[in-house]
């Protein structure tokens, strides 16, 4: 009969591969976990010598709770406005399950005063602060979570700028301050592919036109003074930038067209971008009072798009 091979397919209840796993942490596969698939990749970079495994552990930890699903709404909003939103959730506890925090991603830093949590439909005095890293929510609830009737719902006014955007949560116990199992979203009607995914998403009403993928542009001051006074040093470019996966730059040009200064800038805390200018060219010398044309481009796979607008310098 010549060879036998064996091939090992998953089954449809598997989840697809995770992202790599580089340091201890939170678990990313959707739960309820029943098995373990691992895959490695050796590298070597002595051609002589192939890389071998010695060892593979791989310590279990009790989940915090059986299940616990979420949802968040509305499910559509406009890209680039505040909006209030409520992320949901509630649990399967099983046999002594409970948790008594939350882990929230929003999709920009929100409101401060716009948060407050509500258990089994009562406001409660949840303690709500910023994660380290300074890109989550850490809510402390006042007591643990332990029945199903009491559904746990944060409320934050945040806004969007990529459709669809995900809003992703875990819950935690203060016990046990490195464990998160993280929410699910809510099982919807049978038959629906996608249904399960959408009720953690928030989409846009339209999809953005190509012309229209800058949102929120403000420039401040429109004229810089940088003379050293302290007032109006630097000029900075906020903006949003919706539905792509692109780096902006931003770049300054004199009226005849020379390009005079390239900025530099980054993520504006807020999920828009930031940028400033002091006033100098490329080389650093201060360039001389007049009128200037700022130009944001942002470099797609179609084509390239800019926004330009004037900005000015005066001592």
């Given amino acids: 009969r010549g060879r036998t091979d064996t091939s090992i397919v998953a089954g449809d209840d598997w989840s697809a591969w995770s992202v790599d796993y580089l340091e201890p942490g939170i678990f990313l596969s959707p739960s309820p976990r029943r098995y373990l698939q691992v895959q490695l990749i050796l590298d ?145 009607p049978a038959g629906c592919s996608k249904c399960n995914q959408r009720s953690t998403q928030v989409f846009f009403p339209a999809v953005p036109k190509a012309d229209d993928l800058v949102r929120n542009l403000t420039i401040s001051p429109r004229i810089g003074t940088p003379n050293g006074d302290g007032v109006g040093e630097q000029v900075e470019f906020r903006f949003l930038v919706l539905n792509v996966d692109v780096e902006p730059e931003v770049r300054v040009y004199s009226l005849d067209g020379s390009l005079v200064a390239e900025l530099e800038g980054g993520p504006g805390g807020n999920g828009d971008h930031l940028f400033t200018w002091n006033g100098r060219d490329t080389a650093g010398n201060m360039l001389p009072p007049g009128i200037y044309l700022s130009r944001i481009t942002l470099g797609t796979q179609v084509e390239d798009h800019h926004i330009s607008r004037t900005v000015g310098l005066a001592y």
């Fill in 44 to 188: 070597s970079e002595t051609p002589a010598t192939a890389p071998v495994i010695n060892n593979l552990q791989v310590e279990y930890i009790d989940a915090l709770v059986r299940g616990v699903e979420g949802e968040v709404g509305p499910r559509v909003a406009e890209p680039g406005m505040p909006q209030l939103f409520t992320y949901r959730l509630w649990a399967d506890f099983g046999e002594g399950g409970n948790f008594d925090r939350l882990l929230l991603l929003p999709p920009s830093n929100p409101d401060p005063a716009s948060l407050g949590v509500r258990v089994g439909g009562e406001v409660v005095d949840a303690g709500i602060r910023v994660s380290e890293l300074g890109d989550s929510l850490i809510v402390d609830l006042p007591a643990a979570i332990r029945s199903a009737r009491d559904t746990v719902e944060v409320d934050m006014e945040v806004q969007i700028a990529r459709n669809p955007t995900i809003f992703t949560a875990f819950v935690g116990r203060s016990t046990e301050p490195d464990l998160w199992q993280d929410v699910v979203p809510r099982a919807l």
